[in-house]
């Protein structure tokens, strides 16, 4: 069973509002990609350590306003995708 972010591939977009002022939030991307500056090439499965739900069911965006600069990080679910070999 392959699963799959929507956010990551662009299939959804966040909808979440800001607490602060209600401005819709801009994904910046995976948790991960923040580590260190190799990290957005390496295998994600090498970041999985539990931080807010971060394994193999779960991506973690960094999710920021742009009109105020609030950020956070929200935990997304994976998607089982429904692969066909033709």
């Not at 956010?7 to 995976?30: D, F, H, K, R, Y």
């Not at 990609?33 to 295998?43: A, C, R, T, V």
Request: charged share 25%; with cysteine; hydrophobic share 30%.
């Amino acid at each position: 069973m392959d699963y799959t972010c929507l956010l990551c591939n662009q299939l959804e977009a966040v909808t979440e509002s800001c607490p602060n002022c209600g401005e819709i939030m801009e994904n910046l991307g995976l948790l991960q990609d923040f580590y260190d500056p190799y990290s957005p090439y390496l295998d994600q499965e090498i970041y999985q350590d539990n931080y807010l739900q971060n394994d193999d069911d779960h991506c973690v965006h960094l999710l920021a306003c742009g009109k105020c600069g609030y950020e956070k990080f929200s935990a997304y679910r994976r998607q089982w995708e429904k692969t066909t070999i033709v």
